[in-house]
């Protein structure tokens, strides 16, 4: 769910790794997932999705997991890139009128 | 192809000044309409979403208002500001049978 009052916690990952971004959902009826990246003073733009009947999906250097079991969605992007700081959001969804979002998560790649 | 448009990009507002936000959407129909706000360093908000002309929901109680009075036009109000409502507010579409928002370029408001 919402976790708007939060402090957004930040990964810091040396360019050229892999990064791994957590999320953890609470709607056991959500049955589509999001992942947008936000750069700062700009508005999120999506990254991927995956459906609830899927565990997997690959993009362009980034894949997403869920695992419905524990409630847990993953964001990894390989060769992390400087381009590629941000704050990273997962979002659910159970219908199409509303969509949650996660707390957040600040990336940071390390030169 | 589908655009959203939000504006303005920045807006420096004094306390008790009333607000208008606009965002429009081009290239679909019928769409569905999202306001969240984003204050520095925190996850979004949801404020106002809309499935039709005229029709609004109020997620959270306070000091704003939207309207829909067209159908690809969704518009945040207020008749006086607060300090409480600076922020970053995004506009959002989705299709009426599609799944994931896009976002608007955001407004920056400061409210001083």
């Known amino acids: 769910g919402e976790s708007v009052g939060l402090h957004l916690p930040t990964l810091s990952v040396q360019e050229g790794d892999n990064s791994i971004i957590n999320c953890a959902y609470s709607?056991?009826?959500?049955?589509?997932f999001i992942w947008y990246k936000q750069e700062s003073g700009k508005g999120p733009q999506f990254i991927i999705d995956?459906?609830?009947?899927?565990d997997k999906r690959q993009g362009q250097r980034v894949t997403v997991l869920l695992n419905k079991t524990v409630k847990h969605l993953s964001l990894q992007i390989a060769a992390t890139q400087p381009g590629d700081s941000a704050v990273y959001f997962c979002?659910?969804?159970?219908?199409?009128?509303?969509?949650?979002f996660g707390t957040g998560t600040k990336l940071q790649v390390i030169p | 192809s589908q655009t959203i448009h939000q504006w303005p990009a920045t807006l420096v507002q004094p306390v008790g000044s009333p607000l208008s936000l606009e965002c429009t959407v081009e290239?679909?129909?019928?769409?569905?309409l999202y306001w969240y706000r984003q204050a520095a360093g925190r996850g979004l908000q949801l404020l106002f979403y809309?499935?039709?002309?005229?029709?609004i929901s109020s997620e959270v109680p306070q000091n704003l208002s939207a309207s829909r009075p067209q159908d690809r036009q969704f518009i945040l109000s207020s008749k006086k500001l607060l300090l409480s409502d600076s922020g970053f507010y995004l506009c959002a579409w989705t299709a009426v049978s599609a799944y994931g928002y896009t976002f608007g370029s955001g407004t920056r408001l400061t409210v001083v």
């Open positions: 290239g679909t129909s019928n769409p569905n």
């Open positions: 709607n056991s009826a959500s049955d589509y």
């Open positions: 979002a659910d969804s159970g219908g199409y009128q509303k969509v949650t």
């Open positions: 809309s499935v039709g002309i005229g029709q």
């Open positions: 995956i459906r609830s009947n899927m």
